[in-house]
């Protein structure tokens, strides 16, 4: 059974940078399929960005240029990487792989 577990959320000013983590355990087959999603107050779940089983990512109009997922294989775990914070962007982050999510870690960018 495969089980993911964030951490690294917390409150920053705008301008702000944080890295969440990801840790995954189980059955893995590659960590370079995972995705980070985000919920912000009140709204739908959201894709933030995924990785694909080529290295490849994509990501969020919204966060282009300022976030960026990576991945280490060895330590089975998906990083996500948030510069120049907006207010905007406060939000529960959630862990993905297929049908599996994490508990989600919040973050909060003050203005």
């Known amino acids: 059974q495969v089980r993911l577990v964030e951490s690294g959320g917390g409150s920053v000013q705008t301008g702000g940078s944080m890295r969440l983590s990801c840790a995954a355990s189980g059955t893995i087959i590659n960590t370079n399929i995972m995705a980070w999603y985000r919920q912000p107050p009140g709204k739908e779940r959201e894709l933030v960005a995924r990785i694909t089983h080529d290295g490849s990512a994509t990501y969020a109009d919204s966060v282009k240029g300022r976030f960026t997922i990576s991945t280490d294989n060895t330590k089975l775990t998906v990083y996500l990487q948030m510069n120049s914070l907006k207010p905007e962007d406060t939000a529960v982050y959630y862990c993905?792989?297929?049908?599996?999510w994490g508990q989600g870690t919040l973050v909060t960018v003050s203005s």
């Open positions: 993905n792989y297929f049908a599996v």
